[in-house]
């Protein structure tokens, strides 16, 4: 049985106000709950249906069983999937520790929680650990976001900072800076180098002009037919797979 | 005024069966709206608050004005965006009338409406003008679909048809086929031909088996570092993207 106390305690960790207060975020549903209790995150708090835990035997009485009733009143997904787990928020170490011969991508007020999900995901995918928003974006322990990473979340280390700090940073460390603009070098004919620092801007407002001056390689995805623009650009996650796969292609 | 006949003529387009019935579809919001009513797109009807109609004088008397509260009625977004109109499902040619020089887009059962609009938007970009679904798949005319285009939904032709009867007739053309799979080729080290029909699976279940003996191509996108995979696949929006600009990259 669920006390009234504590679905309003896992209620508000939908708010990152209560998460910060708590230290701990929320995962939903067989697939992600099952790769994170696999993954070096420390799970704090199952609560599970019958069936589920039916098909868990390993996890013993660590867990609270729940009807699909009370799932119901915990869950935000729209079809709740037999588990809701709390997961501690990791430490971070500074993103400064990032490997000197690495990529960093760089997402300039991104607000849409699942399209950062997403770029966790291909972060993820394509080895790039450090995920580096600019403060005004969404929290990375957002639950559309934890559930669009599809797991992600343990292993992507997302950072929040301001970027000109960012980009000072890497000017005096040598590392490379390039940002995505609608009017730049086409990014299969440049010659990309790493370590790296990528950024991305958001969709609708592009990378903010006061960064422009600490961006000295700007890059276009084209579109084709060559010179003609027909939809007015790519989502921003689209566009950073396609920039993330052309980093690795040629600095591989 | 909207009348109760109306206000339930406009909410059956949510349902693929009264679009089909009535041969036309709902967008909504300024943006997509606009970008619609310059397409070669007929608009059917038009239903817009007054704060819309201020700022499109050229509309004239073409439009029903309506409440904030009757856009309400009849809208499907959280976020009501002053605008929705209906349009005419626009007539399609064959797939066949493809042009033998070019890439078409192959999705083997896509459910989530979402994703296909994104991939709408990808190909769009990537001047691919022929996207054709196995028939199980989502509608393109869905809502979420439309909306998730951005207006590519004016350009891209998407078809329903059997692959058997598509890879079959690539077969015989001499148009190469490509299949994405978890154990591939790596996409980057091939040397990629058009035309070509490229085929991605659906996320969860991959490229129906059946097809198999009619993909001879296989690719991979490679993970990084090379041999570990981490994520357990790419979103199929996001792998999408790769491959389109890797075939643009390679046969511009």
Redesign the interface.
Known sequence: MLSKNKIKFLNSLQNKKYRKQHQCFIAEGIKIVE?LLHSSLICKEIYATAEWKENHPEIGKNYTEISEKELKAISQLQTPNQVLAVFKIPALSSWKSASKNELILALDKINDPGNLG?IM??A????IEHVICSPESVDAFNPKTVQAT???IA?IKVHYTAFTVLLEWANEKNIQVYGTYLKGKDI?KENLQKPAVIVMGSESHGISEELEKLIPNRLT??????G?I???S??I???T??VC??F??QT?
Chains 1, 2 share one sequence.
């Open positions: 790769e997403t995901r291909i993820d995918w394509f080895g599809m797991g992600a292993r299969f995805i084209p579109s084709y037919p060559p003609i027909t939809s007015e790519l989502n996650s689209t566009a797979a396609i796969a052309e690795r292609r591989w």
